[in-house]
């Protein structure tokens, strides 16, 4: 399987977990949800790393942790920015970051896609935004994109970009261990975080169980993500990974009969474009 169809597959599987995370953080705070699907995730990748084998290395080890505290801060910065201020705004912003980031590093690194690839790239951040904004109940409220929810928007971006930088940097012969290494260190800081804030308490019922498919399909899409990194350009596989909004769309769509917007549905089209471009470049 090449690195475009991995990253594809990486993007919905993120989509999935994004989906099923985001309905059990409407029952419980989402501190919660992963409280829970962390540290199951870590289980699951740890067992998996011992499985494939693979190299533990003072660079698997670093890159592990550096992603981990990425993911974890990335996470609580998004969440804290999505209660804070307006979704339509934050959600797009933090995404295209999300994208930029990898992009930019890759550039950096003299990473250079030939026309048609730098071209579906752009689009596909244009398909993020558009895919990504919503206009919901929580946009009539008075959330404002405050000084305060500007800089977790932005940090939050960042570090979910940074996440697949760091990857990337990964010995390869390192197999799952990178992974592993980071979900440890991801759920220590959460548990710190729970603790320090006085909620470090499991979810049970549907909100568990949503979170434990959270965990599952988590699981694979990071596996997918190593992978697809491993196979093609940061900036190109990172720009495939980062559609996942348009799979947690379609989902809302068609489980939840949410109402798609014409920014989203020129997003999705946008998007399958995109991708034809990056893989024919």
């Not at 890759?106 to 579906?120: D, I, K, Q, W, Y």
């Not at 951040?125 to 000084?147: G, I």
């Not at 965990?215 to 196979?231: E, H, K, W």
Request: glycine fraction near 12%; proline fraction near 5%.
């Amino acid at each position: 399987m090449n690195g475009a169809l991995l990253a594809l597959l990486s993007a919905a599987s993120f989509g999935t977990s994004d989906f099923a995370g985001g309905i059990a953080a409407r029952r419980i705070p989402a501190l919660r949800v992963v409280l829970l699907s962390y540290p199951v995730t870590m289980v699951l990748l740890g067992g998996l790393a011992v499985v494939v084998g693979g190299r533990i290395s003072p660079g698997a080890i670093g890159c592990g942790m550096a992603c981990g505290i990425a993911l974890g801060l990335g996470g609580w910065w998004f969440y804290a920015a999505l209660g804070s201020g307006p979704i339509s705004v934050v959600s797009p912003v933090s995404a295209v970051l999300t994208a930029g980031v990898p992009v930019v590093v890759g550039l950096v690194e003299g990473e250079r896609p030939g026309p048609v690839a730098a071209t579906g790239i752009a689009l596909a951040l244009l398909a993020v935004v558009m895919v990504s904004r919503q206009a919901t109940d929580e946009d009539t409220r008075p959330h404002r994109f405050t000084r305060k929810v500007a800089w977790l928007t932005v940090g939050a971006g960042v570090a979910f970009g940074l996440d697949f930088v760091f990857i990337d940097a990964a010995p390869p012969d390192s197999g799952l261990w990178p992974l592993a290494f980071a979900r440890v260190t991801a759920a220590l800081l959460v548990i710190a975080v729970a603790t320090g804030t006085g909620d470090l308490r499991l979810p049970s019922g549907r909100p568990m169980r949503l979170a434990l498919l959270a965990a599952l399909a988590d699981t694979g899409a990071n596996i997918a993500m190593l992978l697809a990194l491993r196979g093609s350009d940061l900036s190109l596989a990172s720009v495939l990974i980062s559609l996942f909004p348009a799979v947690t769309v379609v989902l809302a769509i068609v489980l939840l009969r949410e109402r798609v917007h014409r920014a989203q549905l020129a997003g999705m089209l946008a998007a399958v474009a995109a991708v034809v471009m990056i893989t024919a470049g």
